[in-house]
Every structure is written in C-alpha cells, then in structure tokens.
C-alpha cells in the first residue's frame, strides 16, 4: 500500500505558482506512516491526466489529487477521474444548496458556471469546503484504489484533509505505525563541519539522521518508524541527545523554534526585554522578533535607521563619528545599540547597519560587509564584524544579518 | 519535443523542503518555448529513479533532473542515470582540482567522500558548479535524449540553468518561439470580481488571460506565443492597456513590481520621502520597503513601537488617549503617523496598529482590526479602517496591514 500525490494545473507547468501542496500532503502522509514514493504533476489536460493515473495506478492504491475542482472550463480533474473509471457524473443537490449558500452570504448569486462543481463520480463521497465553492471526493472505483480530490487553494485544501481525509485513513488502519521525526537546527556551522562531526549517525537504521541546509542554517532529520509517537519519541530522544552534545551552542533548537522564538523564550524566562536598531535589515530584524504570538512581553520595539537622520535623531548617534567612521562602522553600531537600548529602556539593544548590495560597496567596505551590535546590562556593548560576500543577494545578507544579530544575542543569554 | 522535470530527493517525500526547483525550471521552460508536460519527485532509490526514467524517456526527451548530486551515500542520481543507460562513470579530474581548490579557499582539505562527485557518465558534458562542490552534467546518451543534471540547492542550480543550460538549449534552437507572459498585478479587489470585469478576455486565443490569486492579491497574466519577445510584447500590449483600463486603481503593476517598489517610484518621481510607525507588523513595512535596492533615496526610517511605551517615547502619541481609545485606534494611528512623519521630516508618514492575533482580540476589538494612518503634506492625516477577520492567521493579517497601507499610499499619491 503507497500514495502518490497528483498535482493538476496548467499554472504548476508554467511556473506561476510554487507547489506548496504537495509538501503539505507529504508531511501528512509521512504523519500517518503511508508510504509515498512519486509526486506527479500534469496539466489541465484529460488525455495526460489519464495517463498519469494509468501510472499511477500502477504503482500506488492512494490517489491524491490536488487542483483543477474550480468552476472554470479549464477545470477537469473530477470528470477525468470519472471518465478514466467510466463512472457517470451525478449532481449533488447539496452542494448546489452549499454552493448557493456562500454566494448569498456575500450578497451575491451563484453564478452558473459553479454547478459544474456539484458533479461528482456516482458512488463517491463528497468531502465538503467549509470556506470555498469546490467541494473535493473521497472514491473507491476499484477495491484496491482510493482516490481523494481537494481544490488547489492551500488553506481550504488544509482544512478538508484535516477534518475528512485523516478521519477516514485512520478510520483505514493508517497512522498506527507511523514516522515520526525531530529536525535539530543548526546556526553558525556549515552543513560539512557539521556531518564530519556527526557522520557516524548517517548510518543508524532506526532512527536515520540526515543533514539539510538552506538559507544560512543546517538541520539533521532525527527520523523513527514505531507504533506510536510516544515509541518513536523514545527511538529519537537519546540520538537527539547526543547529536547536541556534540553540537554544543550551535544547535539552537528543533522542529518549529526560530532563532527569535528561542532568543525570545530565554528573555521571557530571564525576565528580560530586548529593543532593536536596524540598518540595512530595514525592519526584518523586528518581523522576527514579532512574527512570534505573545513577543510584546520581551520586544519593545525599536527603530528602522535606514536615512543618517534617523540615526541621529532617533538613536542619538554621534553624526562626527558618522562622518568620521561612516554609517557602516562598529562606532556606530555600537551607538545605535546602545541608543535603542536607553531610549526604550530595554535590557537588551541590537543593532545592524550594514552594505546589503547590490550597490554601495567599495574596496575597503565591499557589499556583504556588516557591523551587529549587541549592547546589555551596566551598558556593556559589543560590535561584531561580518563579511556575508559580495556574490550573495541582497535578501540573503539581510536575511544572515537578521539571524546572526539573533544568534550573538542568543549565545549571549547562554553564557551570562 | 518536450521537456520533463525530475526532482530526486527523500527529503521531497517527507515534505522536509518546498519544491521551488521545478517552479524555477518551469518558468524557464516557458521562456525558451520548451513544451514541458510533467514534473515527478522521486527519492533517492536507485530502483524507483529508474522507472521514472523509463516512463520520462516514453513521453519527453529532454530530461532535467535536480537533486541527489551531493557527496553523501544516499546521492545517487548520476550514477543510476548512467546505469539506467549503460554507460560507465569515468572520474574527471577537472572536477577534482576544483573542488579541492574550493576547499582551500576556505582553508580545508577536500573530504574523501567528495571524490564521487567527480564520476560523470562516459561521453557527458561536465556543467560547472561556480558556488558549489556539485558539478552537474549535459548528456546525450541516446540521439533524441538530453540529460540535464542540477544540484537541488537552488542557488547553486539557477546559475548553473543560466550560465550552460540555456546557452546549449539555444544552441539547438530553443526560444526561437517563445512563451512570453506578463503578469498585471492588482490589490483591492477580489478574483472573482475581478474575473467578472474581464471574462470576455478569458476566451482570448493568443496572447491568453487567466487569473490567479494568493496571499491577499490577484493577478492577470497574459501569455503571448511568438517568434520573438518584441513580436510577444506587441500582442499582449493592446490586451494589457485594456485590461488597465478596466481595471482602473486596482491594477497596482506588473511582473517584477511590488506594491513597495511602486510607491517607491512614485515617491522617487515626486522627490518625496517616507517613514513608517509600526506596532502589529513589527518592521514588516520597513522590511518590504528596503528589500528594494536605493530604496534609502525615499525611505528614511521609522519607528517599531511594539511596546505603548515606544508609542510614546519615539512617537509622540499622547498616554491619555492610549488609555482612552486604547493602542488599537484611529486616534493612535493617526498620532502615530504624525509622530514618525515629523521626527523623521519625511514627506509622508505611514502607521500601522493592530490586533494580529491569534491572542488579544475582544468583542469590540477582535483580532484582525487594524487601523492605518496615512500622514502627508501640511500635516493632513487620515485613517483608514480594516477588519481583516478572525479566522485568518498572523502572518498573513501583517502581511494584509502591510500591503494596504502601501496601497493607500499608492493611491494617495496616484490622485493628488
């Protein structure tokens, strides 16, 4: 027994739009332990549909499918399944009445073109959207094959799997031995450094560990087949264990933490706050900070210094060391640090003002080079150096630049 | 002739990373007027990498494949590929310096196991990796099939697509007829309404028009089929000086423009400046006005007054109505707006307060209330109102505060 993700439209095929759907169905097929081995993306073409279900019915027994429910012409993925199993189309009264219903809470009628959404293949359950027009099939047109259609809009296609689909596997026998798995997630050591520390986990059968990286940061996959989460948890805890052991102060957390939701957690349990001065991160220093619910208890705020005037008037930086060492200089950000830092009485300033390209560097300060500084208690302040490259792009230094100021801080708190 | 995309990678299956290769490969297909029908994701088993090649080679004769050229045990892709077609792996010895010498610039030793990546098929082409240790390849191993192969980091894949890939496509006439799309983009009006407006144009043979929408926006795009760019643009450029017609304000810009950038023009053009006071969006605004390069010649700064304390110490905005209206206010908005438009003496001053949730709402204030204060010449100030609803997630209610306040600037600035 497998699944294979099914992925329709012309869109995916011309690049308009990133699959994030079948990264969605990929983590909750590996949630539920049904073994998943192709993705398979087609257009919004019958005669190619079909051959990509001959295939797949060749090789997988669950069929998902994602996209193509809508109520435009170019919306073929119901009746292609249907025509494929030679099964005729009912119209489902209702979906019509749901259908006519969400139109009316808009005020509005439904349009025509939305029936072609109540035809469903005869002997399929309707998986019901609660928040758009296409409702998605639960089908079994063959003993051995299952088939699930949701549209291709993320956040509805969510909310059906979750409140029809997992129900029904589960009801199948899924998601008793399941794969479980814990990232570790690594800032301030390259993915090689990090396997040559910990190579000899590569091979452990259950639980594997691989390395993955992206964006500036490095992961292991701690991953275990067991019964239950509890059972895979204790598969993965010693080898998670271990592998931070030999980590030390790089590993900065796992699964969901962020390296603001980490620093963030220490500043709440120390009772501490934290306010920033931002450059050439022009404000993603903050959405950071901020992306996390609840983060008003330790983040104050701070302020977005992009023009020298800010700098001077919002943060009191000295304008004769501005002209003296230049905005990009560790006099400075060490000002801007402490500044923040006093003007919002925070325990904690951070600041960032660096070359963040494409433009703006020279040969003694060439883009990618960036000054953080980090100002705490009794006013100590601290200005570090970085050379992020002048081949990197411009979201990318200020991506790197976010996060290290981050992670100063963050080693910071761990080695008061 | 058409082309396939083959991602290999386990990490895919288990949902660990987003699919943004076969996106970028897509869109470049396009470009070059490479037909391109499907996409499959593999993991890294020999056995089932080579089925999909069966199946690939059955229906498209280019093959690109990305991922599984690392130097880990399980990167197996080069050497099944050779399998699957007979031809031995031959160690290239170019490859070798490289990598060695692009460890030495960073003071290391090449690793014994990165002597694989040196194995390319007899008779391939080696593609060279500038930024990485992953060369990849250009391979004929029959007359009507090409191989491609990528490294699955995406940086590294990009370069190498447009420094080899697409000199060698062209050099076997490819992009001679071309797909050539423009994608008109609109804030402030929804895609059905929008859908409704210009329907008649949905029936378009060549340049098409078809609707897409996400992350709070909708877009048009217009697909010209052509011998050139020139002879694509001159058929999409009556359709899209319609389509601006009809569409009127909401049509904010196209392609590569954002709705910072845009009123970064704007401002620009009319040798004004803007600040920005932000509490919900934490520095979000900041962020998407300086992730344009020589946005410093427009943006000045502003403000990050997460905390009511930063209100009032950095904006000015008066404790009794804190207190009486609360932070989430009109009045707030507007003194907020002030308050960084006069400290900075910036043209305009933008301000954001809001409830983002998913904790803080009340009856009166649910989450997703979000008060935006427009503040500009002679100290005019006006605030503009949105409930962007309670069952929406924090990411994206930032993301809409965000985007809005832009586009009220932007239609400020459009009808002064």
């Not at 097929?29 to 019915?57: C, M």
């Not at 025509?83 to 119209?91: C, K, N, Q, R, V």
């Not at 009628?109 to 998605?136: D, Y």
């Not at 689909?165 to 479980?180: C, D, N, T």
Request: aromatic share 8%.
């Amino acid at each position: 027994m497998s699944a294979e993700i099914i992925c329709v439209g012309t869109e995916l095929l011309l690049g308009d739009i990133l699959n994030s759907n079948s990264q969605f169905l990929a983590q909750q097929l590996a949630k539920l332990g049904i073994p998943h081995y192709y993705q398979t993306v087609v257009g919004d073409n019958p005669e190619r549909l079909k051959q990509v279900i001959e295939i797949a019915i060749s090789r997988a027994n669950i069929l998902i499918f994602t996209g193509g429910l809508g109520p435009t012409p170019d919306d073929l993925t119901c009746e292609t399944i249907a025509d494929f199993f030679g099964a005729p189309l009912i119209e489902r009264s209702e979906i019509i009445e749901d259908i006519t219903q969400k139109f009316a809470q808009r005020g509005r009628v439904m349009s025509p073109t939305n029936r072609k959404q109540a035809l469903i293949p005869q002997g399929a359950e309707v998986l019901p959207n609660p928040t758009g027009t296409a409702p998605g099939i639960i089908w079994q047109p063959r003993p051995d094959i299952t088939i699930f259609t949701f549209p291709g809009v993320p956040s509805e296609m969510h909310r059906m799997w979750q409140e029809t689909a997992v129900p029904f596997l589960q009801s199948q026998g899924w998601g008793k031995e399941i794969i479980y798995s814990r990232s570790l997630r690594f800032w301030g050591i390259g993915e090689s450094a990090l396997a040559e520390k910990v190579s000899s986990y590569f091979n452990l059968p259950n639980p594997t560990v691989a390395p993955y990286a992206g964006k500036g940061e490095v992961r292991l996959r701690i991953s275990a087949k067991a019964n239950s989460a509890a059972a895979a948890e204790e598969l993965i805890a010693p080898v998670e264990k271990q592998l931070k052991e030999i980590a030390g102060l790089d590993c900065y957390g796992a699964d969901n933490d962020t390296l603001a939701s980490v620093v963030g957690e220490l500043l709440r349990s120390q009772e501490e706050t934290v306010s920033v001065a931002e450059s050439c991160t022009g404000g993603g220093l903050g959405q950071m900070f901020t992306e996390i619910a609840g983060s008003s208890d330790y983040f104050w705020g701070g302020v977005i210094s992009y023009d020298n005037s800010a700098k001077i008037r919002l943060l009191g930086v000295n304008p004769k060391d501005l002209d003296k060492f230049g905005a990009v200089s560790a006099t400075v950000a060490e000002q801007m640090a402490l500044g923040v830092k006093s003007r919002l009485e925070t325990t904690w300033g951070l600041s960032i003002t660096g070359i963040a390209g494409p433009g703006g560097g020279t040969e003694i300060k060439p883009v990618g080079l960036v000054y953080i500084g980090v100002a705490g208690p009794n006013d100590e302040v601290k200005s570090f150096e970085y050379r992020f490259g002048t081949i990197r792009e411009r979201w990318f230094i200020r991506h790197l630049s976010a996060c290290t100021a981050l992670d100063l801080l963050r080693r910071r708190l761990l080695t008061m």
